[in-house]
């Protein structure tokens, strides 16, 4: 068998290259990624780098902040200042980056097991005190790197390693735990969804606050498979069947389940001060011109 030689301007199947906006967004060097087939989190990996071109954003100000998990490890493919924190702490962690260096547009990006369950306090309370933060959920309703446990989304009657008759636990709504504790932007999408979720992306990027986003994803390995649901390109056609936009939508009203409508949108939209903007507008008012306010 003869070898082939090829050019720089040829991929391994010896076709032209074709310029990708994507790439410089990500370390090439760490290709290909460790996701399964079918799996959702690189096509939100995609919308994302694509939002970041869009909004065009000083990538020396954008820090990006990972958990443990499946979706932790997105911090490591971005080609952006990466921090890949301890299991459910990446919100604490990200908070402590932001009021050190308020320029920073600090981006959280973890699973719904790290963020919602060890970490779910510390989502609670961020967004109580409105850090300026964008939150990025992948919800694919299960523990997929430590094997297929179930998590604080798994639906009810859905199979798991630690539920093999079928879960019996309410999941929580993302969205409504999100507007509960008082976070500014409220969004969910899923990965069929990409257009608008790169929108999304963009709009949540240049927001101010607490800001989260939910995206559904598939998990063929350890949820699809144990559930008999076929594959990622079979759950990505129920999210086109299953899906019906709600913008506004009231969050109490948003759960999601094993069957029936998934309601997707913007969901909240307000403004209210920062937790940085309420405390130097608090002590300014107590100590007067004997403050400085921090961070501008």
Not at 19 to 30: A, G, I, S
Not at 60 to 88: E, M, P, Q
Not at 150 to 178: C, D, K, R, Y
Request: aromatic share 10%.
């Amino acid at each position: 068998m003869s070898e082939t030689t090829l050019n720089d301007d040829q991929d391994l199947s010896g076709l032209p290259l074709v310029d990708n906006p994507v790439m410089p967004y990500l370390r090439q060097e760490r290709i290909p990624h460790i996701w399964c087939p079918g799996c959702g989190i690189g096509t939100t990996v995609n919308c994302f780098t694509r939002a970041l071109e869009e909004a065009a954003l000083d990538l020396d100000k954008v820090a990006i902040v990972s958990g443990i998990g499946c979706t932790g490890r997105v911090a490591g493919y971005l080609n952006l200042d990466s921090f890949h924190t301890t299991h459910g702490r990446a919100i604490p962690f990200a908070t402590g980056l932001k009021l050190a260096n308020p320029d920073l547009n600090v981006v959280v990006y973890s699973g719904d097991g790290d963020l919602f369950a060890i970490g779910g306090n510390h989502f609670m309370h961020a967004a109580r005190r409105n850090m300026d933060l964008l939150v990025v959920c992948v919800n694919n309703f299960t523990y997929g790197m430590t094997g297929g446990q179930v998590a604080p989304t798994t639906p009810i009657g859905a199979t798991q390693t630690t539920m093999p008759f079928g879960n019996f636990e309410n999941p929580a709504s993302l969205p409504f735990l999100a507007d509960a504790a008082g976070a500014t932007f409220v969004a969910r999408w899923t990965v069929f969804h990409v257009r608008q979720l790169t929108r999304c992306f963009k709009e949540a990027l240049g927001k101010k606050g607490f800001r989260f986003i939910e995206i559904m994803a598939p998990c063929p390995t350890l949820f699809l498979r144990r559930n008999r649901l076929g594959d990622g390109v079979d759950m990505v056609r129920q999210y086109k069947e299953r899906s019906v936009l709600r913008n506004g939508a009231d969050t109490k009203e948003v759960a999601v389940g094993m069957e029936g409508d998934i309601v997707v949108g913007t969901f909240v939209d307000r403004e209210r001060p920062t937790w940085l903007e309420a405390m130097n507008s608090h002590f300014s008012s107590v100590l007067g011109d004997r403050y400085r306010t921090y961070g501008g």
